[in-house]
């Protein structure tokens, strides 16, 4: 079963939860990130985690940028690591 690491890339989080180059790892349970950051980027790792591809740049891909919808103030990579 794929699995998706998620890294913090970029971070000015308000309430100083996530730090540059923090990784987490999703498989079956939610990490534990702040509701606002996991409910934006949870359909692109519910769709990485069940063989779906996103679209990356000029094509389609197994990975995702994204950012808090507080201003962007966490970015965010996730990509499909197999086990």
């Known amino acids: 079963m794929p699995k998706v690491r ?3 890339v970029e971070s000015r989080c308000r309430s100083g939860y996530f730090h540059q180059g ?9 990490p534990p990130l702040c509701h606002e950051l996991w409910n934006s980027i949870y359909p692109s790792v519910y769709t990485l985690l069940n063989g779906g591809t996103l679209d990356m740049d000029e094509g389609r891909g197994k990975a995702f940028d994204a950012g808090c919808p507080d201003g962007a103030r966490v970015r965010i990579h996730g990509e499909v690591i197999e086990d």
Do not use: H, K, R
């Not at 923090?22 to 939610?30: A, M, R």
């Open 6 to 8: 998620l890294t913090i």
């Open 22 to 30: 923090q990784e987490f790892t999703v498989g079956d349970l939610c």
